[in-house]
């Protein structure tokens, strides 16, 4: 849909996507309703920065009556689609868009979507950092999506000859029926089943990143993960692939004998050094590789993206180095939202380990982090509503194995001080929660900020 012109568009969810989404709804003279279940009083902030927007603010309910008289329904990210307001919606025949369909629709200029189980804010920020040393101004490199900003926010200045790159998640791919012209699929590990259910539905919904491409069009999966490779005979384009191990006549990205390699599809280029690389870990190394095949797809010189590896040290809340107390490093990686996520985190590192898990469940099973805990761990916190399930999972110490203590504190505050308590010299504290911050915090980087900012006052 293109012209919005005088079309009567119900928004659900007054977060950061539907409010950009109303943004432009309203600049292109739609006539837009917000709902939300929060009250005026709780929205107050909200409504005076758009106050100057013709948008009617119906709050506190998300009742269906809302939907008489709309063309529209349009949903955030947090919205799931079992909501009787967007099922009736279906019913009626009433489209149900979001941020990001509206953007794909709108778009003007090649755009490469990145979507996994983790490393996504990563490679997306790798690529956006590739794109960067690409373009030659004006030509100009956009990056956002479930990074950062929507960039429907700034989609009318967006010109043909620019690229955007965006981080989609499974709530936005749902729904979506158009693609990025580069898609890339890091992994699919167990996450957000609360709402997608299965296993099999969640990796369908991944897939749709690519479903809808054209034959020209390019898809790069991992093949060090099996879920994300498993899908590679349903690439409706051309494949490439990521990994460290190549794969024979798959053009992509991999490591050989110690050095990231490009492969077109005829010739290899050795392009450098996985020492070259400034981001600790295994995981890392392939959120890297990821971003080189990418590069490529989209046709980034090599220079470019060099330029964008070189000297990337990470984003806020992945392994973030915060300081070194009682000759301790001390690492934050809130993001690691999930018990996979955790366990990856885990392996970067070879040193004595003291970790943070906890938060709240996702439902998500945590036997096999409890195996790496196990293993690699010398010391847990539990702390949060998921302690008593990372405590079972992890089970009772056993005298001269690992881990050789476990802790349960009620809050991730008293979890910072038990940690500078059994912290030594050359000892790595690291938080990785394995579950969400919504037990105690609005989200992992508020949790990531505050762990932060008590780290630093020890």
Not at 325 to 330: E, L, N, T, V
Not at 342 to 364: N, Q, T, W, Y
Not at 414 to 423: D, G, T
Request: glycine share 8%.
């Amino acid at each position: 849909m293109k012209d919005w012109k005088n079309r009567n568009v119900l928004i659900v969810g007054a977060a950061r996507q539907g409010l950009a989404l109303a943004h432009f709804l309203a600049s292109h003279h739609a006539n837009v309703t917000i709902s939300d279940l929060h009250s005026a009083a709780e929205l107050a902030g909200v409504m005076e920065k758009m106050k100057d927007l013709p948008i009617r603010w119906k709050l506190s309910s998300n009742d269906i009556s809302l939907l008489t008289g709309q063309d529209v329904l349009c949903i955030s990210g947090a919205v799931p689609l079992t909501l009787p307001i967007v099922q009736t919606a279906y019913e009626r025949g009433i489209p149900v868009l979001n941020d990001s369909q509206i953007f794909m629709d709108q778009v003007q200029c090649p755009v490469i979507g990145i979507t996994g189980s983790a490393g996504q804010t990563t490679t997306t920020t790798l690529v956006g950092r590739m794109a960067e040393h690409a373009v030659v101004p004006p030509v100009q490199a956009w990056i956002g999506g479930n990074i950062g900003r929507p960039l429907i926010d700034v989609v009318d200045q967006i010109h043909p000859d620019d690229v955007a790159v965006l981080e989609f998640s499974s709530f936005q791919l749902e729904i979506m029926t158009i693609s990025p012209q580069v898609s890339v699929i890091l992994n699919v590990a167990p996450n957000h089943l609360d709402r997608h259910g299965t296993m099999e539905k969640y990796a369908a919904i991944k897939s749709r990143i690519f479903q809808f491409q054209n034959n020209d069009d390019w898809t790069i999966l991992g093949s060090e993960d099996p879920l994300a490779w498993s899908l590679r005979n349903q690439v409706p384009g051309r494949l490439a692939a990521f990994g460290f191990n190549p794969i024979e006549h798959v053009p992509g990205a991999y490591v050989r004998e110690d050095r990231i390699t490009l492969f077109d599809g005829m010739r290899e280029t050795d392009l450098m050094s996985v020492g070259e690389v400034e981001l600790r870990g295994r995981h890392n190394l392939l959120n890297v590789l990821a971003a080189c095949a990418a590069g490529q797809a989209a046709g980034f010189s090599h220079d470019a993206i060099r330029a964008g590896v070189k000297g990337f040290r990470g984003v806020p809340h992945r392994l973030e180095f915060i300081r070194t107390y009682k000759g301790a490093s001390w690492y934050n990686d809130s993001k690691a939202t999930t018990p996979d996520g955790a366990m990856a985190v885990i392996r970067a590192f070879s040193e004595p380990v003291i970790v943070l898990l906890g938060g709240r469940d996702k439902h998500l099973p945590w036997d096999k982090l409890a195996a790496q805990v196990r293993a690699s761990v010398d010391h847990v916190i539990a702390f949060g509503e998921a302690a008593p399930l990372v405590l079972n999972a992890v089970g009772p110490v056993v005298e001269g194995r690992k881990p050789y203590t476990v802790d349960h504190c009620q809050t991730l505050a008293i979890a910072v001080k038990r940690a500078a308590e059994l912290a030594e010299p050359g000892d790595v504290v690291l938080l990785a929660p394995g579950g969400t911050s919504f037990d105690e915090f609005n989200n992992f980087e508020e949790r990531g900020d505050r762990f932060k900012e008590w780290v630093n006052k020890l």
